[in-house]
C-alpha cells in the first residue's frame, strides 16, 4: 500500500517537476487542475522531501528517470540554495521583475531568439508553446507524437530538447531572478541533509556528501558565535 502510494505521488511530481524543463528543483504546488502552472515559489523542506522520495522510487524500481530528477535536485540545492558557509537558504521568491512567474516563462519569440529558428521550432512543439503569449514549458504529448508531427526522428528530437536546456538556461541567466530568502532554519537544513545523505548512499556519488559537511561546519561555527556572545 505504502509503495502504490509512493508511485502515485512520483507520478504527479514528475509532471510538476516537467512543467520547468529548463529549470531544475520542484515548484511549491500546481495552481490548477492539469498540473501546468505551479506557484513559483520554491522551499527547502518540499525538495528534500521530494528528492527522498525519489530516491526511495529509484532503488524499489531501477528507473534511471527517478535517479535522474533526485540528483538534479540535489544539484540545484548544493548550486543555488547553499550559502557560503554551508547552510541551506529558506526559500526562493515566486516574484521577480515582471510579476509571478516572469522568470520562468517563455515566448516563442524568445525561444527562437535563444535557439535558432529550427531548434526552437522543435522545443516549442515538444512543450507546447504557442506562437503568441507567454509559456511554461511543459511536456503534455510524448515525444514520438511530437517528433511524428515534427517530421523528425525521437532521437532527433531528443538531441534537440538536451541541447537546447544550456542555451535557455544562459538566456534566462540575464533576466533578473526573483529574491531569495537567506534565512537558514535547522528543522528544514536537517531535512536537506537527510536527502543529500541518502542521495549518496543511494546514486553512490560521493559528491553528495559534501553538502551535509559543509552545513555540520556552519552549524559548529554558530554554535561557537552563540556561546561566545553567552560568555561575553
Not at 517537476?17 to 498540473?35: K, M, V
Request: with cysteine.
Amino acid at each position: 500500500m505504502l509503495l502504490s502510494i509512493r508511485y502515485s505521488t512520483c507520478h504527479w511530481c514528475h509532471v510538476m517537476e516537467e512543467e520547468s524543463y529548463e529549470d531544475l528543483g520542484f515548484h511549491r504546488y500546481a495552481t490548477e487542475a492539469q498540473w501546468h502552472v505551479p506557484h513559483f515559489e520554491k522551499m527547502p523542506y518540499d525538495n528534500a522531501q521530494l528528492a527522498v522520495l525519489y530516491l526511495e522510487a529509484f532503488q524499489a524500481t531501477g528507473r534511471e528517470d527517478f535517479a535522474a530528477v533526485a540528483r538534479e535536485t540535489l544539484d540545484w540545492v548544493a548550486r543555488e540554495m547553499t550559502s557560503p558557509e554551508g547552510g541551506f537558504y529558506s526559500a526562493t521568491d515566486a516574484d521577480s521583475a515582471g510579476g509571478e512567474g516572469a522568470y520562468f516563462v517563455w515566448t516563442a519569440a524568445e525561444i527562437d531568439a535563444a535557439l535558432g529558428e529550427e531548434r526552437a521550432r522543435l522545443v516549442c512543439a515538444f512543450f507546447d508553446v504557442a506562437p503568441e503569449g507567454s509559456a511554461v514549458l511543459w511536456r503534455p504529448r510524448p515525444a514520438a507524437e511530437v517528433a511524428a508531427d515534427a517530421g523528425v526522428g525521437v532521437e532527433e528530437l531528443a538531441q534537440a530538447i538536451d541541447a537546447a536546456r544550456p542555451a535557455l538556461l544562459a538566456a534566462r541567466a540575464r533576466r533578473e531572478p526573483p529574491p531569495t530568502d537567506r534565512k537558514i532554519l535547522v528543522a528544514w537544513n536537517g531535512l536537506m541533509i537527510s536527502a543529500f545523505a541518502r542521495g549518496a548512499l543511494a546514486l553512490g556519488e560521493p559528491r553528495h556528501l559534501a553538502a551535509p559537511a559543509r552545513q555540520r561546519r556552519c552549524c559548529s561555527s554558530a554554535r561557537a558565535r552563540t556561546a561566545a556572545c553567552g560568555t561575553s
